[in-house]
């Protein structure tokens, strides 16, 4: 039974057909049915078939794709798993510890886990399409998982907290679609550029402002509104400036 159909599995270029197959036995162990596979399709590889066991359905019916962001084209928010991480004062990798992974069930939207190369994880662009990144608990002399060991390591942590015992209605609220986030951003981007801080903190407080959504769950009327407090605003201070001149 799909425990959580809205939920997406993107595996970005597997090394090893073997991982993707135990990735969709795991898969199935957590009621998630949707796998994506970014790079080379292994879905005919005998280790592959092997060892997804009874979950080959899975795996047969993977979805594959050419790069990240045609596998992202249609997911509503999209969180990627990292073993590497910054600290407070890194904006740009910042990371959710896996417990505090919000629900995927709680939105509307598709949702996207998504998995690096076994050998080098994500590369910095391919995380920076993400809304978030969250980093698996682990010991600091060797953090980094294996493949199906890490993605079994999510859903569990997943199954446990968020499972439902029967199958949950969907809300009334649409949630907001990246188009949405992407352009209420565009117009905090140049919102920033015309306000009297230092250029070299303009970036950082893009970049935050973009983690803070991507961090939260917001509906399309919410970041509708968002949208339009920002523009008024942005009106305010273009107004402000020209009378100034």
Known sequence: MTKFPNLHIVLVEP????NVGFVSRVMANFGVSNLRIVGMDPKQDQYAQMFSVH???????????????????????????????????????????LPELPDPISRDGQVALVFGRESIGLKNEEASMCDLIFTIPASKSYNSLNLSHAVAVVLYSLFVRYAPEEPRLPTDARAATWKERDQVCIFFDELVDETRIKDFRKPIAK?????????????????ATLTGTIRKIRELTEKEKSVSV
């Open 15 to 18: 090394e090893n057909p073997g």
């Open 55 to 97: 979950a080959v359905d899975i795996l047969e019916a993977a979805e594959i794709f050419p790069d990240l962001k045609s596998a992202l084209s249609d997911i509503d928010a999209a969180w990627a798993a990292t073993a590497r991480t910054g600290h407070n004062h890194s904006v740009t990798r910042a990371a959710v510890p």
């Open 207 to 223: 970049q935050v402002f973009r983690n803070l959504l991507g961090r939260s769950y917001m509906t399309g009327r919410e970041i």
